[in-house]
């Protein structure tokens, strides 16, 4: 469905100068840098994947993402999504997508919501049963119901980026994008974005390719996800493989009867030790868990145990220091 082959976007960024002198300088001749944003970047996705775009600040993300909705001509490679090629066929390829900017607003900043979403009724030639039915399940789903008469202008943070994804999804787009859309939402709001991606995907089979900085996004909808780093894509697998490639470590949280001497298991650090309670970090390709509650048993009167995983979180932090990005 997408084939992204060999793109390469820089941007030439004029130097700035500080000081009077080097300024007025900088009038007659202004010097440029360039910016590498994208390097040789390839990649494939199938229909009805959910793909997470991950990458630290200025990785070449956004910019990615704007080569495949067709607002940036990459300076070569080849992109195919759908058989269109996205900055050559645009009128006829946007028909086939869905875009949201988390830092950009799409919807008519003065009018109600509910003309927003009529204007792009109309600019997609959307017929009008297909609209009705589209639009009363967005407003089902995304619960718009009390906000639909209210100017963009008025809307909180979260129901304004309920909106916008309501508006990109109006001319039933195949596949879309979404560039950060939960950035700045509140815990309610980002779990009620992430169903609505995770039923739009399995009920409408709408591929996603989703960037964001917040790994329980990528926890909690991608299967795969592509690693960017200064514009050369770094990683590219499913979620399951970076947990046993990165996530060795478990987490066990021990309460017991007071104990004065502090354990020490070798294959285990102590995160947290009192009388009564401790917490060990356990390096599972060294000892494993259940050694190692062995061995507690022993020495310990337990009351209660638990173990966690490395969160999501800590395991893009390893993967970003090992690729140095
Ligand atoms: N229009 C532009 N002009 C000049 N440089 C740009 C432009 N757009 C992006 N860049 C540069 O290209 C690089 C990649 O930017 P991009 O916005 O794609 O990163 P990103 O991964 O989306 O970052 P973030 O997570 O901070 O949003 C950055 O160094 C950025 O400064």
Redesign the pocket.
Known sequence: MIKVEGINKS?K?AKRTTGLKAGLKSLLHREHTI?H?LNDVNFTIKPGEIVGYI??????????IKVMSGILVPDSGTCEIMGYTPWKDRVEYVKNIGVVFGQRSQLWWDVPVIDSFALLKDIYHVPDTEYKETLSLLIETLELKDILYSPVRQLSLGQRMRCEIAASLIHNPQILFLD?PTIGLDAVSKIAVRNFIKKINKQKKVTVIL?T?DMFDIEALCDRVIL?GK?SLLYDGNLQELRSRFGSHRTITLDYKSSNSPIHIPGTTTLSWTEERAILSVDTTQISVSEVIMKLTHSLDLVDISVTSQPIEDIIVQLYKEYEI
């Open positions: 941007f960024v910016v944003a990458g630290p600040n200025g990785a070449g993300k956004s910019t990615t950060e960037t900085h960017i514009g």
